[in-house]
């Protein structure tokens, strides 16, 4: 059974940083296209980064780039997300997902599984 679990999350002022981790269990990372995800109150889910399966592929939201660093530790089986320069706007619940294969890795559609979410709150 497949499962991801996020840690991580919290309330932080605006400026500061989080680091999101995104354990896995029944699928080894590497084998896998790891993404983040978020979704705030009333919006769809949107993304956020992924990560390939040889690691050197990393791919970011406009809105994340520069501020938001994806990687993985295959020893650990755990994806992470560092989020730095944190803004109000990143408010949300942020979700770690896998897919086995696909092009579109910015869609949420592709993604096999998911994890239960991880609330981000950013205060001005």
Do not use: H
């Not at 791919?59 to 295959?74: C, E, H, L, Q, W």
């Not at 755990?78 to 320069?85: E, F």
């Not at 942020?94 to 869609?107: L, Q």
């Amino acid at each position: 059974q497949v499962q991801l679990v996020e840690s991580g999350g919290g309330l932080v002022q605006a400026g500061g940083s989080l680091r999101l981790s995104c354990a896995a269990s029944g699928l080894a990372v590497s084998n896998y296209v790891m993404g983040w995800f978020r979704q705030a109150p009333g919006k769809e889910r949107e993304f956020v980064a992924f990560i390939a399966w040889s690691g050197d592929t990393r791919y970011y939201a406009n809105s994340v780039k520069g501020r938001f660093t994806i990687s993985r530790d295959n020893a650990k089986n755990t994806v992470y997300v560092q989020m730095n320069s944190l803004k109000p706007e990143d408010t949300a619940v942020y979700y770690c997902a896998a897919t086995g294969g696909s092009r579109r890795f910015i869609d949420p559609g592709v993604y096999d599984y998911w994890g239960q979410g991880t609330q981000v709150t950013v205060s001005p």
